[in-house]
C-alpha cells in the first residue's frame, strides 16, 4: 500500500524567504501526487497534482513542486513567502485504483 | 471549478444526540465520495467511501452504526453520527473525486457535550 512521509512537521521561514517542505512516497508504477494546503478550521485546497508529463508542477499561489522518480520525492517550493502562507501543508499519493493517502503535515509558519 | 459544499461548518450537540453533516458537489456528479475524520494537529483518516445507490464502505475500525453515510443521489452525500458522546468530537471533512483529482469541502467542527 501507498505510503507518504512528510519528515518535517514544522517549518519556520521569515517573510519573502524562500521555502522547500518535504514530501516522500513508497515507490509505485504509476502514482498521482498532490500537495494540498489547509488553513484553520478549513477545508483542504489543491495547491497542485502530477499526474503525468512534465515532472515540474506548478501551481496556484507560485508554489511548485518537482517530482522526482529516483528519490521518489515531490516536494513542494516557493521562492519567496509571504505572511499570508501560514497554514498546513499536506502531501497526498494515490497509486494506481488505491485511496488517496496522505502524508501528516507540515505546518509552515511565516514570520515578519 | 469543482466545488464542494459542507454543511454546517460547525455543531454543538448534545451527548446522546444525533448529527447529520451534508457534503454536496455543488457543479458536477460524483458518484463517489469520502469521509475523513481530523485529529487536533494531525493528518486525515479516512473513515469511508460513500457510493452513490450503495453501501458505503468503511475503513478498519470505523463503526458503520455510529457512522451512518447515505449516498442518495450523484450529488449527495451525508454522515449522520448517531448517539454523539463526547469522544466523537473533532473535524469532519468530505470529499469527492474528480478527474484524477479531489476536492475537499470546508469541514465541519462538531463539539459534543
Known amino acids: 500500500a501507498q505510503s507518504v512521509t512528510q519528515l518535517d512537521s514544522q517549518v519556520p521561514v521569515f517573510e519573502e524567504a524562500p521555502v522547500e517542505l518535504r514530501c516522500n512516497y513508497s515507490s509505485s508504477v504509476s502514482v498521482y501526487l498532490f500537495w494540498y494546503v489547509q488553513y484553520p478550521n478549513q477545508g483542504l485546497q489543491l495547491l497542485l497534482k502530477?499526474?503525468?508529463?512534465?515532472?515540474l508542477v506548478k501551481g496556484i499561489n507560485g508554489f511548485e513542486a518537482e517530482f522526482n522518480k529516483s528519490q521518489t520525492s515531490f516536494h513542494l517550493r516557493k521562492p519567496s513567502v509571504h505572511i499570508s502562507d501560514t497554514a498546513e501543508y499536506f502531501c497526498?499519493?494515490?497509486?494506481?485504483?488505491?485511496?488517496?493517502?496522505f502524508g501528516k503535515g507540515t505546518k509552515l509558519t511565516v514570520n515578519p | 471549478g469543482a466545488v464542494v459544499s459542507q454543511h454546517p461548518s460547525w455543531v454543538i450537540c448534545k451527548s446522546g444526540t444525533s448529527v447529520k453533516i451534508e457534503c454536496r458537489s455543488l457543479d458536477f456528479q460524483a458518484t463517489t465520495m469520502f469521509w475523513y475524520r481530523q485529529f487536533p494537529k494531525q493528518s486525515l483518516m479516512l473513515m469511508a467511501t460513500s457510493n452513490e445507490g450503495s453501501k458505503a464502505t468503511y475503513e478498519q475500525g470505523v463503526e458503520k452504526d455510529k457512522f451512518l453515510i447515505n449516498h442518495a443521489s450523484l450529488t449527495l452525500s451525508t454522515l449522520t453520527v448517531t448517539s454523539a458522546h463526547p469522544e466523537d468530537s473533532s473535524f469532519y471533512i468530505c470529499s469527492a473525486s474528480r478527474d484524477y483529482g479531489y476536492t475537499f469541502g470546508s469541514g465541519t467542527r462538531l463539539t459534543v457535550v
Open positions: 497526498a499519493a494515490q497509486g494506481g485504483s488505491e485511496k488517496l493517502v
Open positions: 502530477y499526474l503525468s508529463g512534465s515532472t
